[in-house]
């Protein structure tokens, strides 16, 4: 069974504040991929990263940090110096070959962040 | 990264019809994804679609409710069927594209009253 769990529901931060939500999944297979996806108020989903299992490198883009550990099976995503417009639900996301649905993605729940000035 | 194209954006049904949804992606793609969001939810697989063969559909989700057409590489439909105010939701399509991740159409945001 492959299940994603991020157990912040609402994190609520001050501008220019560093935040990290947590993600941590479970799969029983050993090649997976994880993802992060943000949805801003519009609506629509933005992809930010894509994972693979193989690949435990840290990786940075801009503001946005990624931190995969699989000995924790954890996939934690940091947002620095954090601004208004990163206010949005973030969705992390776990893909692993699946008999009846081959590689769907299985979401997590969400975490809400709001970002106030 | 593929594009999809989602329609319609937004509608509002009395119980008991049915609406169609469309995507239509701009390459040739082996599966496509639907999803449902219900309000302040996070994303739930309904169904997967292949082309050339029947949807394969998640738990909890069936045919007769969601039948989904999938004639060719490029386009899909999912229909809800026989409409209830429980189904109000977001339904997004979504395909794979690899190094630029699943993407997703724009949703169609259905009020059933």
Known sequence: AQKVT??????????KEDVTLDCVYETRDTTY??????????????????RNSFDEQNEIS????????KSTSSFNFTITASQVVDSAVYFCA????????????????????LVTP | SAVISQKPSRDICQRGTSLTIQCQVDS????????????????TLIATANQGSEATYESGFVIDKFPI???NLTFSTLT???????DSSIYLCSVDRSSHGYTFGSGTRLTVV
């Not at chain 1, 801009?62 to 550990?69: E, H, I």
């Not at chain 1, 009846?100 to 975490?111: E, M, P, Q, V």
Request: glycine share 8%; no cysteine; aromatic share 16%.
């Open chain 2, 80 to 86: 809800v069927s026989n409409m209830s105010p429980e």
């Open chain 1, 6 to 15: 991020q157990a912040q529901t609402e994190i609520s931060v001050v501008e």
């Open chain 2, 28 to 43: 040739q793609v082996t599966m496509m994804f639907w999803y449902r969001q219900q309000p302040g939810q996070s994303l």
């Open chain 1, 33 to 50: 991929y994880l993802f992060w996806y943000k949805q801003p108020p519009s609506g629509e989903l933005v992809f930010l990263i894509r």
């Open chain 1, 62 to 69: 801009g503001r946005y940090s990624w931190n995969f550990q």
């Open chain 2, 69 to 71: 057409s999938r004639p």
């Open chain 1, 94 to 113: 776990l893909s692993a070959l699946n008999s009846n649905s081959g590689y769907a993605l299985n979401f997590g729940k969400g975490t809400s962040l």
